[in-house]
């Protein structure tokens, strides 16, 4: 046999797939392609399966191949748990329920109050989703705890605040467990009910109804205060589940009536959240009413709802009839004596009637007055907060060198002559032309005003950013601003005041409106005496302080010309209200010829929210830069003045006499003991070694005059923004 051939028989095979290679790369490729089919329609069996064994509201969570318990941080990031204790009661809640948590997987963190800087942390709590809870306790007299008394005391200022809004906090989720006792009736869990209506009113959002533990265990819903946790607790943690699953569920938005929760009713209901959001929004832009939600579905009585749907026989109509008469007469009997008592100005023992009635005090203590006797209040100014923080002091820190930490701001009187359209207190003080009512002696105003200040500065210690060294200062008074509200020259023992505050060598600086001249020419030297020149016409002041005398025009001229008589230190208060007052330059400059003052503050005027009794709007704010202008045209028309100061935060400047520019430099600021050694001097001389405010003038720093680059601004102080950029903060 030939080789050759045995060579080819055993290769043809090979040649044979080589020519048919095509055929088999296709059988190949086709094999594989059904291997990938059918690889892929196991898959999507199993993934239906799977799918099928969750809930709808977690097959939403699931995008992008990421598993639901990935997703569930985006809903829920982390709990933070807030406490203000006394006992440590409300520390242990807390770490109760930072374990039950836990135990779903989410984060959390336990925080002390007092710990907790508000005014630069709260808003972050909108920005990073947390459920934040709020365990508080209700202390001595209704007040919060130590711990809490100064994040209480900041968030109730600012869900009073119009600069904050009523969407500050939109955003931040919360609940709220309150720890009191029901003994004390009148204030049983009273700081958690506040919380929680702080934040709601600041357009936090509630996700579960707030809860109320009680220590008495004869009154406690479920037989003891950690059994009234327990119950909460369960429902909270019910509610957080839910939040981590995404689902939507309606919480209580705080307006519903008293045992008829509509959530409660109608929980398994779901709402897309931006609708319920829009309620809550709409509901706090449309009802002035406060929440009134209550812990447990408290039902209305049931002696009212029988008196309302009970059936009367015929016969008894009647008596009925004769009963509600008689009622109807005692009445009108009342009516009449209370009448004439108020028409008298005298009570039943013959007295002058208290200036403050139940109704007004109720009014001013939620402004944050702390009210002294019947006539007088004392209220913390902001500045003063911010000075103990190191964050800048007050314009007439600027222009007169006072220490804002130092200064106590009062009144003697808080009735009024005026009802401007700008008042920062819409008008909630009393009015009148004379002094009319029951008057307390000056001792005691005064050493209760000192005592109630000190109170307040008290609630700073231990506070994030307070200085211990102005901390100790402010608790001794230095200056005090008759300014609060009011008209502090009404009451007739104003100058026995005066001599008590400078025998405690604190400076004085006394406001009037103008409507009494008699006593502002009867009134003793002061420190500063303030005259509030709101418009130059005597149409534009009728418009703009809407005064109560009749002849209040002569009266403006009159006290001008007596504040011209005085030896010491005089102020114009010029406030600006855009479209009202700044066109009438000609006539200020003839009003500032008539008084003749030392000093010139023109500022422009502060919005402080809607009110029923007053059209002023933030269309009538003036820019700083518009009231830069008017008073550089002021200054033209008065040749004898020129601008000194400025502090742009609070939208002010000073217009000052030349007389106290030495030089090249000016001379605005006070020496505080110079001055106390000239008003001792006058009074055991009773009255005859007078002297000017050039006796106690002090030399101006740079940093406060115009033009330079810290625009009134202490340079000792650290400037504070807050936050928050995008939301406006004006005013001062």
């Known amino acids: 046999m030939d080789p050759s051939m045995d060579t080819w028989d055993l290769s043809s095979p090979l040649i044979s797939l080589w020519i048919n290679r095509f055929y088999i790369y296709l059988g190949f490729a086709f094999s594989i392609s059904l291997w990938i089919c059918v690889q892929i329609v196991i898959k999507k069996q199993d993934r239906n399966i799977q799918e099928n064994s969750f809930p709808k509201t977690t097959q939403d969570l699931m995008r992008n191949g990421y598993v639901s318990l990935q997703k569930k941080d985006i809903f829920v990031p982390g709990v933070k748990i807030f406490y203000g204790s006394q006992t440590g009661t409300a520390k242990g809640f807390a770490t109760v329920l930072a374990e039950a948590v836990v135990s779903l997987d989410l984060p959390v963190a336990i925080i002390n109050l007092k710990e907790y800087d508000p005014d630069d942390c709260l808003i972050e709590e909108v920005t990073g989703k947390h459920v934040c809870v709020f365990l508080v306790a209700t202390y001595t007299d209704g007040r919060p705890t130590e711990s809490a008394e100064w994040f209480c005391s900041w968030l109730e200022d600012a869900s009073r605040d119009f600069r904050f809004g009523k969407t500050y906090l939109k955003g931040m989720r919360y609940a709220v467990f309150g720890l009191g006792n029901s003994a004390y009736a009148s204030h049983f869990n009273k700081v958690g009910k506040n919380v929680d209506k702080w934040l709601w009113m600041l357009g936090a959002h509630r996700v579960v109804s707030r809860g109320e533990g009680d220590c008495d265990v004869v009154k406690s819903k479920h037989g003891s205060i950690e059994a009234d946790f327990r119950a909460w607790k369960a429902m909270f943690i019910s509610q957080l589940q839910a939040l981590q699953k995404g689902e939507r569920k309606k919480s209580c938005g705080g307006h519903c009536k008293k045992g008829k929760c509509k959530s409660q009713q109608h929980g398994s209901e779901e709402r897309e959240e931006g609708s319920l959001e829009q309620d809550e929004l709409h509901h706090r832009d449309t009802e002035e009413e406060e929440p009134s939600e209550g812990s447990s579905g408290e039902e209305f009585g049931g002696e009212d709802q029988q008196s309302v749907n009970s059936i009367v026989d015929v016969e008894d109509l009647g008596k009925i009839m004769d009963h509600m008469k008689k009622e109807k007469r005692e009445k009108e009997q009342q009516e009449a004596k209370t009448s004439l008592l108020v028409n008298m100005g005298r009570n039943e023992d013959g007295e002058g009637r208290a200036m403050i009635t139940p109704a007004l005090r109720e009014a001013l203590t939620k402004q944050g007055y702390q009210l002294i006797g019947s006539h007088s209040g004392v209220k913390l100014c902001r500045w003063t907060k911010s000075m103990l923080r190191g964050r800048g002091g007050c314009y007439k820190h600027t222009f007169y060198g006072i220490e804002s930490h130092r200064c106590m701001e009062t009144t003697p009187s808080l009735a009024c002559a005026n009802k401007c359209v700008f008042c920062w207190r819409h008008h909630t003080n009393p009015v009148g032309t004379a002094w009319r009512w029951k008057m307390d002696q000056p001792e005691m105003i005064l050493k209760e005003a000192i005592e109630n200040h000190q109170n307040m500065i008290k609630q700073f210690k231990g506070v994030p950013g307070v200085k211990a060294e102005r901390f100790e200062e402010g608790m001794a008074v230095k200056h005090c601003a008759l300014s609060l509200v009011g008209e502090p020259i009404m009451y007739p023992e104003i100058n026995s005041f005066l001599k008590l505050l400078h025998q405690r060598r ?212 650290t400037r504070h923004q807050r936050k928050n950029k995008s939301k406006a903060i004006s005013g001062c």
């Not at 409507?515 to 016409?537: C, G, H, M, W």
């Not at 005089?570 to 200020?588: F, I, M």
């Open 506 to 717: 604190i400076s004085s600086f006394l406001v009037t409106n103008a409507q009494f001249p008699a006593e502002i020419r009867n009134l003793k030297p002061v420190t500063q005496l303030y005259v509030s020149v709101d418009a130059s016409t005597k149409e534009s002041l009728k418009k703009i302080d809407r005064p109560l005398f009749k002849d209040f025009w002569q009266r403006f001229l009159d006290s001008l010309k007596a504040l011209a008589a005085k030896q010491q230190r005089t102020v114009y208060r010029l406030t600006l209200v855009k479209a009202w007052n700044v066109d009438e330059l000609q006539a200020y400059a003839q009003l500032v010829s008539l008084g003749n003052p030392d000093f010139i503050e023109v500022k422009g005027v502060t919005y402080c929210g809607e009110s029923s009794a007053s059209s002023l709007t933030m269309a009538h704010v003036p820019w700083h830069e518009e009231v830069v202008q008017f008073v550089l045209e002021l200054v033209d028309l008065i040749p004898d003045y020129e601008i000194a100061c400025e502090h742009e935060h609070s939208n002010c400047l000073l217009i000052a006499h030349k007389k106290f520019k030495i030089g090249s430099e000016w001379w605005t600021w006070i020496d505080y003991n110079r001055f106390q050694e000239l008003i001792q001097e006058y009074e055991d001389s009773g009255g005859s070694k007078t002297f000017s405010a050039k006796d106690y003038m002090a030399r101006t720093p740079h940093w406060a005059l115009f033009g330079a680059s810290e625009r009134g601004f202490d340079p000792k102080d």
